[in-house]
């Protein structure tokens, strides 16, 4: 009760700063000259541009440096549409919003196959191409640019008047700025941010991490069609060297400055530079060196960038006893409330691998493997360390796709199959090493795996807002409900990295569990867990499987595997030596051989090879 | 068929030295896993380097060069120490640190050489050499000569000895510290190495373009589009990659003038998107 009144405080205290510095925003023109006007709209397009880059760069984790690019192809879009189409100026600027994000869907198709790294270098060619094009090509008037850009009309107002455009400008950047938050914080930019903190863990959660990362792409170009636009309108004149390289780096290294995983930190990087630059006006190489040198000082000592200093400020406070430390009472963990029981949804086998071998550059991680998982059974998958359990785990929820094999689910054959499709069929997955979203809370970890709906459903964001936010509030619902069930309420709002390992280990099954699987596959669960935490584990595996879920579990602690499991199949070497009940396998003459000759040499091993 | 083997041979010689810049991108990536954003402008500054020393200080060539190597080198070793601590913690925030210093570069040229260019006099003025009837320059031949005895040095330095061959185990398991590699050495090593292969580049290039300050994001791009071409981290696939990319360079330029880079960049962009592994497959350092 008193957190809410704490977080209740803080909205109000929020509210009130959003509305101070609107009023301030509102107020500026009158203390500025007709020049200082001018600069003053030239930032606000460098914010609505930063607040896109952060979209995709902080939010999305995809680096992108055709960022003023889509600003340079709406600007000539419009510039063209007005003076060579005769095209009036908001007809021609919706055009040019499309074609910019037109781009950003081409410049982000090879997202949907390459690694983050090498979009940096592609993005940045695809800009170069551009500003080639538009150098050379007639109809973008070569490296003159297009003049003579009639200036956007609205009745009542004369938007060549640039204190009329300051607060044109200043509206649509509320808005973007407004929207670019809605979308952090409801499903779409959840997704976003979990695929950044670890894609790997998003995909098998059903995140579907090619086209997230094509819509992070598609997102950040309407931004940069917005500005783009409002440029052409505002100087009525393009050029090449305004959408050159230097100036994408100027808005990267204050898109970083600032703080690129929150949008108002970009915001804050973006007018903090642009009167630096403008101080520096006359010396604008030196400039560069500044930014340039404070990028790298930041990235090394304050990732965060600006934004991140208050959290910083307060930890320093309370380090040194300014400020007393938030909370009083240790939050505990909550018993789990059983799941209702209900009979397997599947009859037979729910997995069947059939010959599946998975080969690494000459290592084989696993040789013709065959295993049947019958549904509503709990098995227990022993072995010693880097006898390739977790690889069929990786080859089954799709990380892997195996060198020759077919694994099937129910009926379906799934071979080769991306994990965040798999996971839709009904495979969930916790991990050995826990991979929960670092950045997010719990709660939000659970709720990325809540929402099922298709990032295709994106479209929703631009045409009905309201319907997404109630559909946000419903997943909430459900997150809370989740949450009580596994006794977790008390650290909804905590991020992961804070809370006791154990705890981190059953927010990773909530989360698992958060789809409703048809089959759950636990890596190593009981790793790092005392006494209590392995009886709890325990109950909580049996109800899920009464709840009509099949579970099954890599374990090296052998009582519970022995107390807990219907069938255990043994892994030596990636094969599967022995499979039968716990007391059927303890007596086979290979497992006594393979696993206590082995495992007893093994056991100081950390981690396993196939990872 | 005369002007088509005269266009090819120039590309090579220009896809030579992409091969170059190739080289030191795939060197670092395949001990660290970092694509090295300052690269190209790494090559500037080595062009500028060795062309101030050749011109101004009337040093001959090859020593203008071997000073340009070392300062380049020791900008490497520089560039790694500073994001050092970001190492195996964030490789997106490296990245932008490496973009970083190449803003910070090009603007530290710009303040010592100047924002325009400067045109390099051929060093080797001899007349072109006929060869089966085609006039070659002589100077291509010099660049050919020059960049394939820096890759034999390079595959010696990394097969054949004890420190390369320690890179390249960081390069497979990151685990190496495991086994007693130092791992920050290897990485300060690939990075001076990149950087002198980036001034070799530069130097050599000097003479067939125009040294200016913004040849560095041009030059850096085509010859990471070579690396990706090639199979990103090979350096096999660097050669073959960076040597691809200037004869489409040279032909592009031949039949689309000033639209060449447009027409560069996007093949490339089309190839990589039909395979992302490059020819020689892929050589990535996966975090799973």
Request: overall charge positive.
């Amino acid at each position: 009760m008193k957190l809410r009144v704490a977080g209740g405080r803080s909205l109000r205290s929020r509210v009130a700063g959003t509305v101070a510095l609107a009023a301030c925003a509102w107020l500026l023109p009158y203390r500025l000259d007709t020049y200082m006007i001018h600069v003053a709209n030239v930032v606000i397009l460098f914010a609505i541009l930063a607040v896109g880059l952060g979209l995709v760069m902080g939010i999305a984790g995809q680096i992108n440096l055709a960022q003023i690019a889509f600003a340079g192809v709406a600007a000539y879009a419009t510039a063209i549409l007005t003076t060579r189409a005769g095209f009036g100026f908001w007809t021609a600027a919706l055009l040019a919003i499309l074609i910019a994000s037109a781009m950003g869907l081409l410049v982000g198709m090879p997202a949907l196959r390459m690694q983050s790294h090498y979009l940096g270098i592609v993005t940045l060619g695809l800009a170069l191409a551009f500003t080639n094009w538009v150098t050379n090509a007639h109809v973008a008037g070569g490296a003159e640019g297009i003049s003579g850009i009639p200036a956007p009309e609205l009745p009542f107002v004369d938007l060549r008047n640039d204190y009329f455009f300051y607060y044109v400008e200043l509206i649509v950047f509320a808005v973007t700025l407004a929207f670019g938050l809605f979308v952090v914080h409801t499903p779409l930019g959840r997704k976003m941010r979990a695929m950044r903190d670890d894609s790997l863990a998003a995909g098998a959660v059903g995140v579907e991490v090619p086209q997230l990362r094509m819509t992070a792409f598609l997102l950040s170009s309407v931004y940069g069609g917005v500005a783009g636009v409002f440029y052409a309108g505002l100087i009525r004149y393009v050029a090449p060297e305004t959408f050159s390289i230097a100036n994408m780096f100027l808005l990267l290294a204050m898109v970083i400055i600032g703080g690129r995983q929150s949008l108002v930190g970009c915001v804050v990087g973006a007018v903090a530079l642009s009167l630096l630059r403008e101080v520096l006006v006359d010396y604008p190489t030196y400039a560069q060196v500044a930014y340039g040198s404070i990028v790298v000082l930041t990235v090394v000592f304050v990732p965060t960038g600006l934004a991140g200093l208050p959290k910083r400020g307060r930890a320093l406070l309370r380090r040194i006893g300014w400020l007393r430390s938030e909370r009083g009472v240790v939050p505990r963990l909550g018993a789990f409330r059983p799941y209702a029981e209900e009979p397997p949804r599947n009859r037979g086998n729910i997995l069947r691998l059939a010959d599946v071998t998975m080969r690494f550059r000459g290592l084989t991680a696993l040789q013709d493997v065959s295993l049947e998982v019958a549904a509503g059974e709990i098995r227990g998958i022993v072995g010693p360390n880097g006898s390739g359990k977790t690889t069929l785990f990786n080859v089954v929820s799709g990380l892997y796709r195996p060198t020759s094999g077919r694994v099937l689910l129910g009926e379906r054959d799934m071979t080769g199959l991306r994990p965040h499709v798999l996971a839709r069929h009904g495979v969930a997955r916790t991990f050995q090493n826990l991979r929960l979203f670092p950045l997010l809370s719990v709660r939000e970890n659970v709720l990325v795996a809540l929402d099922q709906t298709s990032v295709l459903g994106a479209w929703r964001y631009a045409v009905w807002q309201p319907g997404v936010w109630r559909h946000n509030r419903a997943l909430r619902a459900q997150a809370d409900e989740l949450l009580d069930r596994f006794g977790l309420t008390a650290f909804a709002d905590s991020a992961p990295g804070e809370l006791p390992y154990g705890t981190q280990r059953r927010v990773e099954i909530a989360r698992a569990m958060a789809r409703r699987p048809r089959i759950l596959l636990l890596d190593e669960p009981a790793a790092g867990l005392n006494g209590d935490e392995v009886r709890e584990l325990r109950d909580i595996t049996r109800s899920i499987r009464s709840s009509g879920v099949t579970v099954v579990i890599i374990e090296h602690n052998m009582g519970l595997v022995m107390s807990l499991c219907e069938r255990v199949t043994v892994f030596a070497s990636g094969r599967i030596i022995a499979d039968g009940t716990p007391a059927e396998v303890a007596r086979s003459p290979q497992v006594v051989e393979a696993y206590l000759g082995d495992s007893a040499m093994s056991e100081d091993v950390p981690t396993e090879a196939s990872r | 068929m005369q002007v088509f083997l005269q266009t090819f041979i120039g590309g090579v010689s220009l896809g030579a030295i992409y091969a170059l810049v190739a080289m030191g991108f795939s060197l670092v990536f395949r001990t660290m896993g970092l694509v090295n954003f300052s690269h190209g402008n790494v090559v500037m500054i080595g062009a500028y380097i060795a062309s101030t020393f050749y011109l101004s200080a009337k040093l001959p060539f090859a020593l203008a060069m071997a000073v340009a190597i070392v300062v380049t080198g020791l900008i490497g070793v520089f560039i790694e120490r500073v994001l050092r601590p970001l190492e195996n913690k964030d490789f997106d925030l490296m990245l932008i640190g490496t973009i970083g210093f190449g803003i910070v570069l090009e603007a530290v040229a710009i303040i010592i050489w100047g924002a325009t260019g400067t045109a390099v006099p051929n060093p080797v003025a001899v007349a072109p050499v006929q060869v089966f009837g085609l006039r070659v320059r002589t100077y291509d031949l010099v660049v050919l000569a020059i960049a394939t005895a820096a890759t034999l040095l390079l595959v010696f330095f990394l097969q054949r000895t004890k420190r390369g061959a320690a890179m390249q185990a960081v390069a497979m398991d990151q685990a190496a510290t495991a086994v007693g590699i130092h791992v920050g050495r290897s990485n300060a090593i690939a990075f001076m190495l990149g950087a002198a292969l980036a001034a070799l580049a530069g130097g050599l290039v000097g003479p067939l373009l125009y040294v200016n300050p913004s040849m560095g994001g041009t030059l850096g791009i085509k010859g990471f589009a070579g690396a990706i071409l090639g199979g990103f981290g090979s350096i096999p696939g660097a050669i073959v990659g960076g040597i691809a990319i200037g004869v489409l360079d040279a032909f592009a330029a031949g039949h689309f003038q000033g639209y060449s880079e447009l027409v560069t960049f996007v093949v490339f962009t089309v190839i990589i998107m039909i395979r992302p592994t490059g020819i020689f497959g892929e050589r990535t350092v996966n975090r799973a």
